[in-house]
């Protein structure tokens, strides 16, 4: 059995309800409870550490609040904290996403970034820098939150969290939520974490060894390889196996 083979197994032994549950966790577990993706993003940004955490914390905020004043909103979120994040981090994501929300949406901003050339990674940008446009707000918590701005591939951060968001917001399966339309999942990006480079490595579907937008990039055009219509459709598989030290 080759690669592509075991690994056409694994999404289809993945792709089914009750793969993401109490008993097996993923931020996704929180955002298909709302089945909004606004709060999806949330989810996805504060996507990083032990996943017990991560969804003890997610299940903490009232996203009730992103329909508030900035008062309430301030007032709700002054005792909260994740990680890197202080509880100013937190309140001002949740202003910057309110504003968005009244003058557009996510998949619009997402759009205008992505429409030229259909690239994912100007989608993001352009997201990110409207958020910080509507909220301005500096501290390293706030910029490791939604990341950095930059024409590099190599050296730079993978956008993970992101990229992740996409997948949700693109595809659709018993995993992924896809709520948005006109943008062509071919067009995205494998949400690239740990688990997912080292197992990658030790298949042989990735040769660069720095863990980089650019690795991400380029494991996406070797599961092209397998389905160039749908390559993230081996992302969560992938996850998996990392997850679960099968390789």
């Not at 993706?37 to 609040?65: R, W």
């Not at 820098?129 to 990341?147: I, W």
């Not at 990039?217 to 599961?223: D, F, P, Q």
Request: contains cysteine; glycine residues 6%.
């Amino acid at each position: 059995m080759d690669i592509q083979e075991r690994l056409d197994i694994e999404v289809l032994k993945r792709n089914k309800i009750g793969e993401v549950s109490r008993e097996k966790l993923d931020p996704i577990f929180i955002a298909k409870k709302y089945n909004d993706s606004t709060i999806a993003l949330i989810c996805a940004l504060f996507s990083y550490g032990n996943v017990k955490q991560i969804v003890k914390f997610l299940e903490s905020l009232d996203f009730s609040l992103l329909q508030k004043s900035d008062e309430e909103i301030n007032d709700a979120l002054k005792m909260h904290y994740y990680r890197f994040q202080k509880s100013e981090d937190i309140i001002a994501l949740f202003i910057a996403l309110k504003r968005l929300n009244i003058q557009s949406s996510l998949q619009e901003s997402f759009k205008k970034g992505y429409k030229e050339k259909k690239s994912p990674v100007d989608g993001i940008h352009n997201i990110i820098r409207e958020l910080n446009m509507l909220n301005p707000h500096k501290t390293k918590g706030y910029t490791f939150l939604l990341g950095s701005i930059t024409t590099k591939t190599k050296g730079v951060g993978a956008l993970k969290r992101w990229m992740m968001y996409l997948r949700w917001m693109v595809r659709y399966d018993n995993i992924d939520m896809g709520l948005w339309s006109g943008v062509d999942k071919a067009d995205l990006i494998m949400p690239l974490d740990t688990h997912t480079f080292n197992v990658s490595l030790r298949l042989g579907l990735l040769k660069r060894k720095t863990y980089d937008l650019q690795a991400a990039i380029e494991l996406t055009e070797t599961l092209k390889g397998f389905d160039k219509k749908d390559p993230l459709k081996y992302d969560f598989a992938l996850y998996r196996l990392g997850q679960e030290n099968i390789f």
